[in-house]
């Protein structure tokens, strides 16, 4: 079989490279209470679309920052017991999608919740002011900016952190059977989300983004999604005088960073062929997560759609 990456065995030891700020987990604990310090307040706005048996909802809360973050959610009408929940993230500059992606969820028995992330494709806005480059690019959004905090990603991943809290505080929602999916960005959020979220009960994250950038780098493939850094060192770094500590700062946004913080249960889907987050990127993080996981692995596939794997992931929240 032709590889794009290391063998599979070497695969399955990786561990990532080593860009970690000391302050890392101080860094994120700070951060997570800023975030629970706005609550769990959120606004169900009915919407147009209603189908028979469920009920659909525009859903709006605050980020931080005063951010307005919206999303859509839905649940069955009618339920014995409190329901199990999913959060659903989407992929790099698109949006919390339509109502018919969440009803196989709600067909389950879940209520659903899908979120916009900030200045995507979607409503939810990104108003934090920022030093430096902001033409294109959210990887690298507040990498200029001395204050570590204004990093783009941070503030994603705690809306990401921030939706389950608040679908636990809706009382016809169990706290305790709550899970999170995604694709390449969704995945890389989702790996954000459980992280970040220590109750959270089970993540199915689908070739995820966002993890391992200096092995994005040194494999040259810092094109398509991961463009913006090769865009960041020639405006702003052209000799790379600075490349040690652009990559040990954006440790902050890593998940193969993250990935010891994660209680939940873990099942990864990753393509050995996949070119736009390289599967060793991947294992960096599935191989640093020390909580329950199986890894799905599709030898011939890219970074695009896996046969069978929304219904292995489905099979797998059924468990909660």
């Known amino acids: 079989m032709p590889i794009v990456d290391m063998p599979l065995e070497e695969l399955k030891t990786y ?10 987990d101080a860094y994120w604990d700070r951060a997570i209470r800023e975030m629970e310090a706005l609550g769990t307040e959120c606004e169900l706005v009915r919407a147009d679309f209603q189908l028979p048996g469920i009920e659909c909802f525009e859903i709006y809360f605050t980020g931080v920052g005063g951010a307005r973050i919206h999303g859509r959610f839905v649940r069955p009408k009618s339920h ?10 989407h992929g790099y500059s698109g949006s919390c999608g339509n109502f018919s992606a969440l009803l196989p969820w709600a067909s389950a028995g879940f209520a659903a919740a899908s979120m916009s992330c900030r200045g995507q494709g979607g409503l939810s806005e990104d108003i934090v002011p920022v030093r430096g480059n902001t033409l294109n690019g959210h990887i690298i959004r507040g990498l200029d900016d001395p204050d570590p905090d204004r990093l783009y990603f941070r503030n994603v991943f705690l809306d990401a952190a921030q939706l389950p809290r608040i679908l636990a505080a809706m009382p016809e929602i169990d706290e305790t059977r709550i899970g999170a999916t995604g694709g390449s960005q969704g995945g890389g959020l989702t790996l954000a989300c459980a992280a970040l979220t220590p109750t959270l009960n089970r993540a199915a994250p689908f070739m995820p983004f966002l993890c391992d950038y200096r092995r994005v780098w040194e494999m040259d493939l810092s094109v398509a999604a991961y463009a913006e850094l090769r865009e960041f060192f020639r405006h702003s770094d052209p000799r790379h005088e600075r490349e040690t500590a652009v990559f040990t700062k954006l440790g902050y946004i890593d998940n193969h960073n993250l990935a010891h913080r994660i209680r939940a249960e873990v099942k990864m889907f990753t393509g050995l062929m996949d070119t736009i987050c390289p599967p060793s990127t991947q294992f960096a993080a599935f191989n640093r997560i020390t909580s329950p996981k199986s890894m799905v692995i599709y030898p011939d596939f890219g970074h695009e759609y896996y046969p069978d794997a929304d219904d292995i992931c489905m099979q797998f929240m059924l468990k909660m």
């Open 80 to 89: 014995s017991g409190k329901l199990p929940a999913m959060c659903l993230f």
């Open 15 to 24: 561990l990532g490279r080593n860009e970690c700020p000391q302050d890392l």
